[in-house]
């Protein structure tokens, strides 16, 4: 019998979406912009300290190889020839920083994930040195010193890691973010892999100038960062270097974007003044403000939004970021056991309606926007005997709302001109009880188009637009009309109001939590071995009063644990 004949859909183009939690690779028909075919990995992390996460890049690398052969199987099963994937993008969590060696090829420590906190007390020494009039960091980089951004994590790293320290020393040390590192081990890695970086990512460093677009001796000299373990810096659609092993070899590598960059692509916010919030691990609003850098007077960071093409122009955004959306459904079922599956929180939300008053703030890692507050911790807030598992999962999609309109409102008043609807991406977005509280916290409709992959869709649009692929079109008449789904406020507005005033207060509760030197001292091995039981007793203990006896505090366990 003859072989069945493989179906033609013209040029189809590949997209590595690599994130926190997972990582994804997607093949796009780029003429229709139609997802034909998807693998996914979960990623580990660990935390080998009290604000500390960690990832093992070889892992993430390995989870690349994998999604991409698996994704090329599944296309064979639907008769789809893969000769047809003419180029690849890479889209990628940012900030998060990757030592390597050269010569090896080996990673020289974990991955430092951008939610990571071990560098307050690099940024607090840091920021002695600034001049109260002359804040020259943020003015070339449009970013607060934080620990968010790769620059100090990878001068903790030099100060100590030896392996690191050797290798600089020994010029064998490469710097990157996670596109660097995924970019260099794809194109052949210790035998000629390609060592760059996108202006995206490059602009999340605190490294680079985001007005000449290099990375800036000043700035280096400041964190005393080595310039030649550096990656070049390319535009964000170019090609980088061809795939040099597996199933798609000697296709090239030709799109690069750190994700929240991709989705704005993805979502086709080519226009100054259209924003887009993505629902991931975090959540990133981002809103596009053309060829000009805004700097926020409200705690939103200065960004490069794209440059999709060598001599293309470059374009910036206002982005406000949130530390903890996803992530906190994610500490829900791995930590608090409240649910065995993500998917679980709508049930459970729905179950209820309400957070019958209690208030949750995930403050795991500070606050980041707008208030970019290091010493915030999580707490959960206005419980009383009647609540339980249900209202707490109905608190937490409530917090990932609550923090998006603290970021709307700082924009809207940067910007001036108020959003009239927000477009939204991410996986968080298929919870329809989270975008309906979305809308009625906002206030404004919240849109959704109806593939949500829009990350990983931008990668593959700047992948295939690149010069020498030329397989998808950018120009306005091209692009391809999305569906979308539309959520609509239901409550009044004044029912918006009081709940945002209360989460408000809420917020406030979380600030001052800790310290450096009481984040830094002691022994967290001693709270890791208590159980999970002993900090609620004793977090109700302290909050309702000694007038409940212990019995029925014991009791009441069962409403958040059983």
């Not at 390609?194 to 985001?210: E, P």
């Amino acid at each position: 019998m003859a072989a069945a004949k493989k179906a033609v859909l013209g040029p189809l183009v590949g997209a590595v979406d690599q994130g926190t939690s997972s990582t994804r690779f997607l093949v796009f028909n780029s003429k229709t912009a139609e997802l034909l075919s998807h693998h996914q990995v979960e990623i580990k992390q660990e935390f080998p300290r009290e604000g500390w996460v960690e990832q093992d890049p070889k892992e993430i690398l390995q989870s690349v190889y994998e999604c991409i052969e698996k994704t090329c199987e599944k296309l064979g099963q639907l008769n789809i020839d893969i000769s047809n994937i003419k180029a690849i993008g890479v889209s990628n969590q940012r900030e998060t920083t990757v030592v390597w060696d050269k010569l090896t090829g080996e990673p020289l420590y974990n991955a430092v994930v951008w939610l990571d906190l071990r560098t307050q007390s690099t940024v607090e020494n840091l920021s002695k040195r600034i001049p109260g009039n002359n804040n020259f960091v943020k003015s070339k980089t449009g970013l607060p010193l934080s620990t968010y951004f790769s620059a100090v994590k990878l001068r903790w790293l030099l100060d100590n890691v030896r392996k690191v320290q050797k290798a600089v020393e020994e010029d064998r040390a490469l710097f990157g973010t996670i596109d660097s590192w995924l970019i260099w081990s794809l194109t052949g890695g210790a035998n000629g892999g390609v060592h760059c970086t996108d202006v995206t990512n490059a602009s999340r460093t605190m490294l680079f100038n985001i007005h000449s677009l290099e990375w800036d001796k000043e700035l280096c000299e400041f964190f005393e960062i080595p310039m030649k373990v550096l990656p070049n810096v390319r535009s964000s659609s170019e090609i980088y270097g061809l795939m040099k092993a597996g199933a798609l070899e000697g296709v090239p590598i030709s799109g690069c974007l750190g994700d929240q960059s991709a989705a704005l692509v993805g979502q086709m916010c080519f226009q100054d003044g259209q924003a887009k919030n993505t629902y991931g691990t975090g959540c990133f609003l981002l809103c596009n403000t053309g060829r000009k850098c805004v700097f926020s007077e409200h705690g939103l960071l200065t960004t490069v939004a794209y440059k999709l093409g060598r001599d293309k122009p470059v374009y910036y955004a206002l982005e406000g970021s949130v530390a903890i959306a996803g992530a906190v459904i994610r500490w829900l079922r791995d930590n608090l056991g409240i649910i065995k599956s993500s998917e679980e929180i709508e049930k459970l939300a729905k179950e209820v309606g309400t957070s019958y008053g209690c208030y949750f703030v995930p403050a795991f890692s500070g606050l980041y926007a707008p208030y970019w507050e290091p010493s915030a911790r999580g707490i959960i807030c206005g419980l009383t005997q009647f609540t339980n598992k249900c209202h707490i999962a109905f608190a937490a999609l409530e917090a990932v709302c609550f923090q998006t309109r603290e970021i709307l409102d700082a924009m809207n008043r940067d910007c001036g001109i108020p959003l009239s609807h927000l477009q939204v991406d991410g996986g968080m977005t298929n919870n329809k009880i989270l975008m309906q509280l979305q809308a009625d916290i906002l206030y404004i409709p919240v849109v959704k188009p109806s593939m949500p992959e829009t990350t990983a869709l931008g990668a593959a649009m700047a992948a295939g637009a690149a010069e020498g692929v030329g397989v998808w079109s950018l120009e306005p008449e091209d692009l391809s009309a999305v569906t979308m789904e539309r959520f609509e406020p239901q409550i009044n507005a004044e029912e918006s109001e009081i709940r945002y005033s209360t989460w408000k207060k809420a917020v406030m509760k979380s600030v001052g939590w800790v310290t450096t030197q009481s984040s830094e001292s002691g022994d967290p091995s001693i709270f890791c071995s208590l159980p999970l039981g002993f900090f609620i007793v004793s977090s109700m203990v302290m909050l309702i009063g000694a007038r409940y006896i212990s019995g029925q505090l014991l009791f009441k366990l069962d409403n958040f644990i059983s």
